[in-house]
């Protein structure tokens, strides 16, 4: 079974292995990264989050196909965002990237995805945007608490800094919660108060010019 090897940056959470020098080592059931959303009338997909804890995301209409700003269809495995329990948010922007850094390069955002909260709820996904990675990749959700239309400060983010990545990204989110694939409380956090990647701004790095 391949690992999935996390650093943790705001937050800390219990995996299955000990934490090393804050590395910590996770299994991953790979029954969490391939089950597909349902095709059932106002049903979200989320795997492996418990029915009774889905059941505001269920009781909605599915959100509606993400925007699509940089999705790349040549890569190994996909990246996969679904979250419930946002009522407060309605109709707010969310917005999804994923980070992969080049060896000798720049850090490249190889996704970049747009929706919206539509009945608390909100499905982003890329099917095949991410290649194997060992240089430290990340990924971030921002959802736009303040309206701008813009990724910033006062926006809320649930974020993700990984030591690497060799299979499916997939996460699925109850409330302040992270149920799949490993829990993790309180997963969104503001944006002002996540440290910045690299010691970079989270919003620049993550979301270049939006």
Not at 39 to 61: C, F, I, R, Y
């Amino acid at each position: 079974m391949s690992h999935r090897f996390v650093f943790a940056f705001a937050f800390t959470f219990a995996c299955a292995s000990a934490s090393i020098l804050g590395l910590a080592a996770c299994q991953i059931d790979p029954d969490l990264t391939t089950e597909e959303p349902t095709d059932e009338p106002g049903e979200v997909a989320a795997p492996g989050v418990p029915a009774d804890l889905l059941q505001s995301a269920k009781a909605v209409a599915k959100p509606a196909d993400p925007d699509v700003l940089r999705c790349d269809a040549d890569g190994e495995f996909g990246i996969k965002v679904v979250a419930s329990g946002l009522e407060g948010l309605e109709g707010a922007s969310v917005w999804l990237s994923a980070v992969q850094p080049v060896d000798g390069g720049d850090d490249e955002v190889v996704v970049l995805l747009a929706g919206r909260v539509e009945g608390g709820a909100f499905r982003l996904a890329c099917d095949r945007g991410l290649t194997t990675n060992y240089a430290y990749p990340s990924l971030a959700a921002v959802v736009d608490r303040d309206g701008s239309g813009a990724c910033s400060s006062a926006d809320d983010v649930f974020r993700m800094q990984l030591y690497g990545w060799n299979q499916a990204e997939e996460y699925g989110l109850v409330g302040d919660e992270v149920m799949t694939p490993f829990p993790i409380d309180n997963a969104w956090n503001p944006v002002a108060e996540v440290p910045p990647p690299w010691g970079e701004d989270l919003c620049a790095y993550h979301f270049p010019g939006l």
